[in-house]
């Protein structure tokens, strides 16, 4: 019984053992690299593969930012878990790192170690050659590729000045609308009106030039036929306006033929009689009148101005109910 006992017993852990050394050969560790020659400063990527059952677990290495003191880790990737087609119990685990070096020379990627349950894989080593850039020193220092041109489009320059072109046109539009309100505010603002001037009356006016001409004394210093000239033409330029007559281009007989169907009495026409008959004499006769004569004269031209002004029409009975009507 006790033979049969230690049988069993060491045929369990033989099995066992067999089970182990085979779950040991189905994980299957190695590294690759995709170039093992490269430029110096160039890169290559370093993969660190497991190929293992699917329900198993192993732990990669932890790689920091450098492998050896000859090559550096530029960028870990993704780590990429892909199972077998032929096989669905079978699974492949990789992980890729961006590598370069910057020393010339034939450089080792060392060994690394996976752990598991199982136990521990090892990869390979692997050399990384690193060649050195060949330089002409015959030739001068150049670039190794021209300036690349960059097209800089308008819509370009538009993306990067938006905000400039933004403000003009804000600008713009303040303008516009300033000059918009101002146009709309000055239309829009009442014309300004001017009182109308006062008429002055032709009998006034006439008057008024008289008087002037009787105050600067002419014939009192000898000017007599300069005085009686003015006053002939001040008295030609009311009876012109007053009775519409071409007076100021006509003789004196002209004038009384044309006023002679007028409604003038005949003692203002006798005093203008007196005054253009002397002015003719003084003017073409050379004659030289007496102060009483030359007084009379300007006498006779205010008193005629006088007893013909234009009277103004009386208002009617309709015109002052007009009147009050307006002024209510």
């Given amino acids: 019984m006790r033979q049969y006992f230690n049988f069993s017993w ?4 033989a099995l066992a053992g067999f089970t182990y050394s085979a779950k040991a050969q189905d994980i299957r560790v190695e590294a690759k690299l995709d170039k093992t020659t490269i430029a110096l400063g160039d890169q290559t990527k370093l993969h660190l593969i497991v190929h293992l059952p699917a329900n198993s677990h192993v732990d990669f290495p932890v790689l920091a930012d450098t492998i050896s003191s000859k090559i550096q880790i530029v960028e870990m990737g993704k780590t990429d878990t892909i199972a077998d087609q032929n096989n669905p119990g079978v699974k492949t685990i990789s992980r ?3 590598i370069t070096s910057f020393d010339a020379g034939l450089h080792m990627i060392p060994a690394y170690t996976f752990g598991s349950k199982s136990g521990s894989f090892n990869t390979a080593a692997l050399p990384l050659e690193v060649t050195a850039v060949k330089v002409d020193t015959t030739k001068a220092i150049y670039d190794i590729k021209e300036p690349l041109a960059v097209s800089y489009s308008f819509m370009d ?3 990067d000045n938006w905000k400039l072109v933004l403000l003009v046109a804000l600008g713009i539009l303040v303008i516009v609308g300033l000059i918009w309100y101002f146009i709309k505010k000055s239309k829009n603002k009442p014309a300004k009106v001017e009182p109308p001037k006062a008429i002055v009356p032709l009998h006034t006016i006439a008057l008024d030039k008289l008087k002037a001409l ?6 009192e ?4 036929k300069q005085y009686h000239s003015e006053l002939t033409d001040i008295i030609r330029e009311y009876l012109e306006k007053r009775y519409e007559i071409n007076a100021l281009e006509q003789t004196s007989e002209e004038i009384f033929a044309g006023l002679r169907h007028l409604d003038i009495s005949e003692q203002n026409t006798n005093k ?9 004499l003084v003017k073409f006769a050379k004659a030289t009148p007496l102060n009483t004569d030359n007084e009379q004269s300007m006498e006779n031209a205010i008193s005629f101005v006088m007893n ?10 309709n015109k002052v109910q007009n ?3 307006e002024s209510v």
């Fill in 323 to 325: 009147n009050d009507n």
């Fill in 214 to 219: 009787k105050n600067e004394k002419l014939w």
């Fill in 96 to 98: 890729q790192y961006t």
């Fill in 272 to 280: 203008l009689r007196q005054m253009l008959l002397l002015a003719d």
């Fill in 308 to 317: 013909t002004k234009a009277v103004a029409a009386p208002l009617t009975e």
């Fill in 221 to 224: 210093q000898g000017q007599i």
């Fill in 157 to 159: 320059w538009l993306r």
């Fill in 10 to 13: 060491c045929l369990m852990l």
